[in-house]
């Protein structure tokens, strides 16, 4: 199977500050995906990006598939951004494969 | 909306004992997903359904087998628990499979001990 890499693996952050998430993939894709796994352990779709980039409020990613690598900005960070970032990559059928993850902890 | 819906969230099993996993969407997705996630690991896909009729195996799908039942519902199933598949399970859908710009959709997890 293809290897996710994600990097850092954990992160502490005071709040307001800004931080990017990064994840590598060994193989070429035909669809990533990012999530963030809250503290309760629910699953919430952030971005569905293969490619390009795209913003939603203080979050946004960026995917440069020719380099294999996609990276997760969040400005002024909140406490509740707090859990942990997956990023998951397809590359054919319907798998997809899932990076170990970034957890990030927002401190007041 | 529910979304996806699985049950039951919490589990405790025996080491033999056999137990069905149950997961339903309201959102006439397609293509649904069983992964598991081991502590400080990323999920994992055990199976898949593209689509009503047709199951596939994903990366772990030893110990495990699936029924997608109908549109709505895809169970899984351990027939015989053993403690290396303590884990907590998650079921998920999607309208259409990895190819298509569709986002995949997560249950709220089930957390199963296995003694």
């Known amino acids: 199977g293809i290897q996710v890499e994600q990097s850092p693996p954990d992160l502490i952050l005071q709040e307001g500050a800004n931080s990017t998430l990064r994840c590598n993939f060994s193989d070429s894709v035909n669809n990533l995906q990012w999530f963030h796994q809250n503290p309760w352990g629910q699953l919430i779709n952030l971005f569905y990006i293969p490619s390009g980039t795209k913003q939603n409020g203080r979050l946004s990613a960026t995917t440069v598939a020719t380099e294999r690598y996609s990276l997760l900005y969040i400005s002024s960070s909140q406490t509740t951004d707090s859990g942990v970032y997956f990023c998951?990559?397809?590359?054919?059928?319907?798998?997809?494969?899932f990076g170990t993850g970034t957890s990030l902890t927002v401190i007041p | 909306n529910a979304g996806v819906t699985q049950t039951p969230k919490f589990q405790v099993l025996k080491t033999g004992q056999s137990m069905t996993l149950q997961c339903a969407q309201d959102?006439?997705?397609?293509?649904m997903y069983w992964y598991r996630q081991d502590p400080g690991m990323g999920l994992r896909l055990i199976y898949y359904?593209?689509?009503?009729?047709?199951?596939d195996k994903g990366e772990v799908p030893n110990g495990y087998n699936v029924s997608r039942l109908n549109k709505r519902e895809f169970s899984l199933r351990l027939e015989s628990a053993a403690p290396s598949q303590t884990s907590v399970y998650f079921c998920?859908?999607?309208?259409?499979?990895?190819?298509?710009?569709?986002?995949?959709?997560f249950g709220d997890g089930t957390r199963l001990s296995i003694l």
């Open positions: 359904s593209a689509s009503e009729g047709t199951t």
């Open positions: 998951a990559v397809v590359r054919t059928g319907n798998q997809f494969y």
């Open positions: 959102m006439n997705h397609n293509s």
């Open positions: 998920a859908s999607s309208e259409v499979g990895g190819f298509g710009n569709q986002p995949q959709h």
